[in-house]
């Protein structure tokens, strides 16, 4: 079985996001960049996928700038055997990423795509879920187990109320949310080693993808900065506050 695995280039998570001037979007320029937390995720259990012997080949893929092939040697250093980076240095938004994904699963014959739940600079928590609309496959979002077995895979979710099983036959699309595994480092011998790990670079057009947006952002803005708290003098004080001020009990 071959397990696909996208990744994509974001803000470190460790930054603090300055919104540009403008209000055009988030600031970019000399930021540091990493992997989606959640694909490091998704790429950890394809990985453990491998080495348990239920998957053949994991292949990463970004759709992204040139600099996304750092991303792509990240995953390659955790052990996916080959990436492929769809090269654009247009916005990448769900709905053309999951037609670019459709195209390169069908092309490389993949069963099983495990993605991030949610990428964390847009936060849409989408693409996982066009794409298994695009394919007609089945879906297991929001993956705290993922669990293979023949011609299907059983994903426990982690929903609102509980976990929530469901068995999917395969092949599927499943979405890694943060309990799903703690991702390995990659070791150094490890990132060496991933710098001769084949990278292949495709156009979106090569795939008949127009990655045209579709959304436009109108504004971005900081969130309010928060007010500064007052001390209370006892139980009393606080519950009558938030009575009567925050009218919340
Ligand atoms: P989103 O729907 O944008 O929140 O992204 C959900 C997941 O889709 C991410 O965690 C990634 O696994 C995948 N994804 C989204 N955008 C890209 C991209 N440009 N390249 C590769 N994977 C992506």
Redesign the pocket.
Known sequence: MKVL?????VVDYNVKIRVKADGAGVETANVKMSM?P??EI?VEEAVRLKEGGKATEVIA????PAQ?QETLRTALAMGADRAIL?QTDAE???LA??K??KALVEKEGAQLV??????????????????AALLGWGQGTFASKVAPADGSVTVTREIDGGLETVSLTLPAVV??DLRLNEPRYASLPNIMKAKKKPLDIVAPDSLGIDMTPRLKTLKVAEPDKRKAGVRVSDVAALVEKLKIEAKVI
């Open positions: 695995v996208p990744v994509k280039r989606n959640f694909d998704a893929v970004s759709v992204g996304a769809v990448t938004q769900p990423v999951a670019l994904l495990i993605l991030g739940k949610q990428a964390i600079d847009d936060d849409c928590n989408q693409t996982g879920q066009m794409l979405t890694a």
